[in-house]
């Protein structure tokens, strides 16, 4: 496999250097975000880094590579309290996701039907 040099990555697939990148990145302190990723690879993908993120997925899905998200950016979890730590961020962010859909739609009724706006 070919590596990134300072003139830009080379022919190896994208989700290889992915795999690559992530793979030594073992805490928060080493986390790298998407959009920080994505420059140094090159995607082009913009700020929100649709394609990279999606990319990340791909690698943790094809490759067994435990990758979670922090704060800090992405890295791959190593312990089982870190597992555990970020399936409790993720189950946070599903009833937050709920909620925020019951109060949507409790606006949008009300509105619709005449209740308090």
Request: net charge negative; charged share 30%; glycine share 6%.
């Amino acid at each position: 496999m070919m590596s990134t040099d300072a003139a830009g990555p080379t022919s190896q697939p994208l989700a290889d250097q992915i795999h690559d990148e992530l793979r030594g990145r073992t805490s928060p302190e080493e986390a790298i975000t998407s959009a920080e990723l994505s420059e140094k690879l090159q995607i082009g993908d913009g700020e929100a880094s649709p394609k990279t993120r999606e990319l990340i997925k791909e690698v943790m899905i094809d490759r067994d590579l435990p990758i979670v998200a922090s704060n800090s950016g992405y890295y791959v979890a190593t312990t089982t309290a870190e597992m555990e730590e970020y399936f409790e961020t993720l189950d946070s962010r599903i009833q937050g996701i709920k909620s925020r859909k019951q109060d949507l739609a409790a606006a949008f009724n009300r509105r619709r039907y005449g209740g308090e706006n």
